[in-house]
């Protein structure tokens, strides 16, 4: 392996969140707009052969792990074709996915059969009606029928992903609460970021991590800190005193965590981006399409690592929201 992607504030990036498309079946109101979407032509999605390529080149830069996203990743015809591609790439340790679950009843034992363990499930809300409230959409029950079914093809960890929002996060904490103690499935909420479509996002908007502990500690049992598991992942674990339920914070806006960052990302058509919040991205698609060697390829993902700046500026006046939205960076 040659030296690992350190930038120049010394972050060792072993991290490589792969986008499989930029489309979806919903249309979650801090992702997508709610009509008039121009999707990405599918002839610039990076093929499956381009993915496994990268995943090779990203390994002898020490990549170790990867997770699939999007868009929705399971709108992508054949995705447990790519996740058997990627599970035999030697020095892949860990592959994980995150979904909103929809098609998740349809291809959890398929995924499972080609090698992926990890699944992520959005679920902002535990409720219909609170559901179609974020999502624009019908179907919540499908979800859970999709959490079932990961459970019984044997997924394990599964993590549930749920955005917080101030006026329609609050009555949902609960209920997840106990929804995490039941199942044994960690609940994660994850602050509102700026990278919504609809450019509606404030601060104001965001329901902070600190006030859904208190939340919780006051209206089910204190919740206590967990050590991380590993200083560098973005979540924040809590255990209920009585050590029944996880609870996670990825608490991006009000304890924001670039100093330990780890990872860079490609976005389905190929750009590869240092930073969810990154305002500059770097072409690899071109490359990989006209048969540049690994060298030049992996060159270029150097260079854009140390380029990487120290953080986000989301809670400065200086902030300038990216142009892509989330659905097509890949979150
Ligand atoms: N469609 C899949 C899903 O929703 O799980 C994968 C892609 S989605 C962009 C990845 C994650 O980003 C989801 O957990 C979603 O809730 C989260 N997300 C999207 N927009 C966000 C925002 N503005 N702030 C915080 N999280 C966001
Ligand atoms: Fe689709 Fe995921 Fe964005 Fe929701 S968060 S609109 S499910 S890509």
Redesign the pocket.
């Known amino acids: 392996m040659n030296a690992p992607l350190i930038d120049s504030f010394g972050r060792v990036h072993d991290n490589l969140r792969i986008s499989v498309t930029d489309r ?1 079946n919903i249309r ?1 109101f ?2 997508m707009p709610a009509e008039n979407v121009t999707f990405m032509d599918r002839r610039d999605l990076l093929t499956f052969e381009e993915l496994e390529r990268f995943a090779r080149i990203a390994v002898t830069l020490g990549i170790t792990k990867l997770r699939l ?5 399971l709108v992508r015809r054949n995705l447990d074709e790519l996740v058997r591609r990627l599970a035999a790439v030697p020095g892949i340790q860990d592959i994980g996915l ?3 679950g929809l098609l998740l009843a349809d291809q959890a034992e398929a995924l499972f059969a080609a090698g992926l363990r990890r699944i ?3 679920l ?1 809300a535990l409720d219909p009606v609170r559901f179609k409230e974020f999502t624009r959409r019908d179907g919540y029950e499908k979800v859970i029928e999709g959490i079932h079914a990961a459970k019984r093809a044997g997924f394990d960890p599964i993590k549930i ?1 749920a ?1 917080s929002v101030r006026g329609m996060t609050e009555d949902q904490v609960v209920p997840f609460g106990h929804f995490a103690r039941e199942t044994g499935v960690e609940v994660r909420f ?7 479509a609809d450019a509606a ?1 404030e601060r104001e908007k965001v329901l902070f991590a600190q006030e859904i502990v208190d939340q919780l500690s006051a209206e089910i049992q204190p919740l206590v800190a967990l050590p991380p598991r590993d200083t560098r992942a973005p979540a924040t674990d809590y255990e209920f005193a009585d050590g029944i339920g996880r609870i996670g914070f990825i608490a ?1 806006v009000s304890q924001p965590f670039c100093l330990s960052c780890n990872r860079i990302r490609i976005t389905a058509d190929g750009k590869l981006r240092n930073c969810l919040f990154s305002l500059e991205e770097t072409d690899l698609r071109g490359l990989l399409r006209e048969g540049a060697p690994d060298d030049e390829i992996a060159a270029l993902v150097r260079q854009s690592v140390s380029a990487k700046k120290e953080g986000h500026e989301i809670n400065t006046a200086r902030f300038v929201q990216p142009e892509r939205p ?2 097509s960076i ?2």
Do not use: A, F, K, R
């Not at 996203?69 to 990743?73: L, V």
């Not at 994850?190 to 919504?196: A, G, H, K, T, V």
């Open positions: 979806c979650c801090y992702c996203t999007g868009g929705e990743p995150t979904t909103n992520n499930v959005s902002d992903n955005v994850i602050e509102y970021m700026p990278l919504d996002w991006s989330m659905y890949g979150g």
